[in-house]
Each structure stands twice: as structure tokens, then as C-alpha cells.
């Protein structure tokens, strides 16, 4: 069954981009290569630091609508809370 991957990217400029993926090697790639998002073109490279996983797509975009609506502060704490 596939899986699907939040995540918490830092950019280049030390700015977090959130997003979601099947294929979490292969979307830090195309953020890299510049076939991400606009976002984060002016902002590369990026690293994702935190990822999450769910079973279907729905639960990914619903958490990753979430965090996206969050501070800045509060994504850094979740990251910091990873084991």
C-alpha cells in the first residue's frame, strides 16, 4: 500500500516549507533540481528536517493544511520534538 509524507523543509534563507509526497528523496531532489514549488526556487537548497506518515492522501493534506497554519515557532517546536 502507498504511503504518504508530510514534511517540514528548511530553505536556503532559514524560512520552513511545508508539503506532501509519496516519495520523500525524490520531492527534496525536485525542490533542488528547481521543479518544486515557486517557494522554493529562490530558496535553494533545501533539506527536509521532519516528516510524518499516513496511510492515505486525504490525511496527508489535512495535516499538512494544519501545520501550514501554524507559526513559524510552533513548527520549529515540533521539529525539535522528533525523536
Given at each position: 500500500?502507498?504511503?504518504?509524507?508530510?514534511?517540514?523543509?528548511?530553505?536556503?534563507?532559514?524560512?520552513?516549507?511545508?508539503?506532501?509526497?509519496?516519495?520523500?528523496?525524490?520531492?527534496?531532489a525536485?525542490?533542488n533540481a528547481?521543479?518544486?514549488?515557486k517557494?522554493?526556487?529562490?530558496?535553494?537548497?533545501?533539506?527536509?528536517?521532519?516528516?510524518?506518515?499516513?496511510?492515505?492522501?486525504?490525511?496527508?493534506?489535512?495535516r499538512?493544511?494544519?501545520?501550514?497554519?501554524?507559526?513559524?515557532?510552533?513548527?520549529?517546536?515540533?521539529?525539535?520534538?522528533?525523536?
Amino acid at each position: 500500500m502507498k504511503k504518504y509524507y508530510i514534511y517540514l523543509a528548511r530553505c536556503n534563507d532559514q524560512t520552513l516549507y511545508t508539503g506532501y509526497t509519496s516519495n520523500l528523496i525524490q520531492r527534496e531532489a525536485k525542490h533542488n533540481a528547481g521543479e518544486g514549488a515557486k517557494y522554493t526556487r529562490a530558496r535553494r537548497p533545501i533539506r527536509i528536517i521532519y516528516s510524518e506518515k499516513f496511510n492515505t492522501i486525504s490525511e496527508a493534506m489535512i495535516r499538512e493544511c494544519q501545520i501550514k497554519s501554524w507559526t513559524k515557532l510552533k513548527k520549529e517546536k515540533l521539529i525539535k520534538k522528533q525523536p
